[in-house]
């Protein structure tokens, strides 16, 4: 796939930084609005988007006919098609596709879980997934981490996380480490509201940091920013939004050469933030790739389209420089150039989402 960087008032000149939540199993006008003008690279996979009421072959053919239906509005062939897939509590799909335990049960076999994990996204069309999670469950009342984390320390995080990661990646599946800086400390949940956490920049190195460090030596093509203010070392910006957390110690310091993307701009934390056209800018300032808008929990809205305009306005008025979207454009068609692969959507065999069905049982 090769785009043009060409910045200009057309929205499609901006679809390499947006990745997009979809209403349904179909699409609807404001689906077929963003993806035609927006020209997104990458869409989202949520609940919604899955017919929970049908047989396996029913949900996967709607399944089927809504990726091509996506490709045609967009006019890629080739896109991202990424899925928030962890097991326990963060699993869309249907059966028979495998519901497996969280992180926390699945730690010690997590190569074996990815694998299954990926036979099964790529029979969905998935070429992403939003995992493994390099959090640290180190604070027993947060209330978004928890089990979805692979473990208590940073060591075993680190060592786990890093062995689905390459599951995933061995078996054709681009993985994304989150939520850097690291989101298992806190005491909200950055959905309703924004935490803040009252760590210094050492304290981080110390612990949250370390495993991020693992996925990105293990060759993470993602990293998710958390919505998470840190006042000690950014007094003024969440993760998403601060050039110290992203630009220099997660690109300088950390080494990280792939693509930095926010978590969804629609979770509250800071979703009315967004309502502020110069935070666009500043989140591409402070090294920020891509941005996921998920339209959720409400669909019914344009607002990626809202948020395109507003870099454009960034862009007019020298906020945010053709530069620095530039670098961010280069990484992006470099990854969807040479790593990322297209999957058609297939219907896999009683035997391997049996053998599958059998594993998550024997973990759980």
């Not at 997009?20 to 997104?40: F, M």
């Not at 612990?207 to 919505?227: Q, S």
């Not at 870099?311 to 906020?319: D, T």
């Amino acid at each position: 796939m090769s785009l043009n960087f060409n910045p200009s008032d057309k929205p499609e000149s901006y679809g390499h930084h947006f990745i997009v939540g979809l209403s349904g199993v179909t699409l609807d006008d404001y689906d077929k609005a963003i993806l035609g003008k927006l020209r997104p690279v990458g869409i989202l996979l949520l609940k919604r988007n899955f017919d929970h009421t049908r047989q396996y072959q029913g949900w996967l053919d709607l399944l089927g006919r809504l990726i091509e239906d996506v490709k045609r509005y967009t006019g890629h062939q080739k896109i991202i098609i990424s899925l928030d897939h962890e097991g326990g509590r963060v699993h869309r799909a249907p059966p028979p596709i495998t519901h497996f335990p969280p992180a926390m049960k699945y730690a010690k076999r997590s190569a074996e879980v990815a694998k299954a994990m990926a036979t099964e996204l790529k029979s969905l069309g998935v070429n992403v997934s939003w995992s493994p999670l390099a959090d640290i469950h180190s604070n027993p009342a947060n209330p978004i981490i928890g089990d979805r984390a692979f473990g208590t320390t940073a060591a075993e995080v680190s060592i786990r996380a890093a062995e689905f990661l390459a599951a995933l990646q061995q078996n054709g599946i681009l993985g994304c480490a989150k939520h850097y800086p690291g989101h298992g400390d806190t005491a909200t949940d950055s959905h309703l509201e924004l935490p803040l956490l009252d760590l210094t920049e050492q304290q981080l190195r110390e612990r949250e940091l370390i495993p991020f460090k693992a996925l990105i030596d293990a060759g993470a093509d993602f990293v998710m920013t958390a919505h998470i203010l840190y006042p000690k070392i950014d007094q003024h910006c969440p993760a998403t939004l601060s050039k110290k957390m992203l630009d220099d110690i997660l690109r300088k310091d950390m080494g990280f050469k792939g693509i930095i993307l926010s978590d969804d701009l629609d979770m509250k934390a800071v979703s009315e933030g967004f309502n502020h056209e110069e935070n666009v800018g500043n989140a591409i300032n402070a090294g920020c790739d891509m941005f996921i808008v998920a339209r959720h929990p409400d669909p019914s809205t344009d607002r990626p389209l809202v948020l395109t305009n507003y870099l454009y306005r960034c862009l007019r008025k020298k906020l945010v420089s053709e530069e620095r979207l530039h670098q961010s454009f280069t990484r992006i068609e470099e990854l969807l150039t040479n790593r990322l692969k297209s999957y058609a959507v297939t219907k896999l065999e009683p035997e391997t989402l049996e053998s599958h069905a059998e594993l998550a049982r024997s973990l759980a």
